[in-house]
C-alpha cells in the first residue's frame, strides 16, 4: 500500500496537478488546542460571486419564469436533475473541501441531494437546489443565472441557503440563526441535509488545521441550526439526532465527543468505527502520523 499522501493544491482557479507528500507535524509547536491538530494545507479559495440580485426582483421582472414552467418540457425530472449536476460541477470544477484528502467541491452538494432524496423528498426543485446551494455564495454565479436555467423556485431557495459573504464567519453562523425560522419548509430541508453532510465529513476528517475544540464548537452551532429547521424534515432531524447523541473523533489516541453536552458513552461500534478509519490508514505497520480526525 502506498503512503499516507496529502494532496496540496495551490489557490489557483486553473486545476492544480496536486502535489503529494507523507507530513510528519507531531513536533509543530503551533498547536493550543487539544494534542495536535490535523496537517496544515494550502486549501483552494472558492471564488465569490460577481453579483447577486434578490430573486425576489427577478420574480417581478415581466419575463421571469415560474418554478418548473418551461424548463420540464420535455426534458423530464431525471433529465433537469442531470443537467443540474452538470451546471454545478463545472461551476465548482477545481474547488476541493478543505479535508485533508482534499475531496472534489461537487462532491458535496450531490450527497447533500443524496441525503434528501434517500430520505423522502421527491420535490425535483427541492432537490435541483441542493445540488446548486453553493453555487452563489462559493462561485461566479448568480440568482439571476439560476432563475433563468432553472426557475424562479428553485432560485428562491438557493437565494435562501446563500450566505450573506460581506460577513465575517462568525458573523454567518448568527445570521444563520437568526434567519432559519423564517426560512421556507425546502430550504430548511436542504438546510437540514447541508448541515449533516458538513457534520458526517467533520467527524471523519475535518478541516486541515481544526482541533477538538473547533469541532466540538461546529457540532455546538449546527445542532443549533438543526433544531430550528428539524419539524421540516423528521427523518433527517431524527439522524441527526443520533449523530450529535454518538459521534466521537480519536487524536493521539484518546476519544472525544463531537458534541459533549449531548453525546452519550462511546459504544464498542463507534469505537470500531473510529479504530477502522485508523486501520485504513495505515501503511504497512506505519501508522499516519497523528492526529488523526475521523
Known sequence: M???RLNTPTPTHICPNNSLQVI????SPAHSDIGLRTPPAHSFTPTPPLSRRSSRALLADEGGKSAMGGLLGEEGELGVLLRTVDFAAR?????RRKDVDQTPYINHPIAVANY???TGITDVRVLQAAILHDTVEDTHTSIEEIAQQFGSDVARIVEECTDNIDLSGLERKAEQLRSAPGKSNEAKQVKLADKIHNLESIRRSPPVGWGVKRVQAYFIWAKKVTDICAPAHPPLAARLDRLYSTAYTRVN???HPCHPETCGPLTEEEKERVDRRLRDLKDGD????EPLFF
Open 116 to 118: 434528501l432524496a434517500t
Open 91 to 95: 461551476k465548482h470544477s477545481c474547488q
Open 2 to 4: 502506498s503512503p499516507i
Open 286 to 289: 506505519t501508522i499516519c502520523p
Open 253 to 255: 489516541g484518546v476519544y
Open 24 to 27: 510528519d507535524i507531531s513536533t
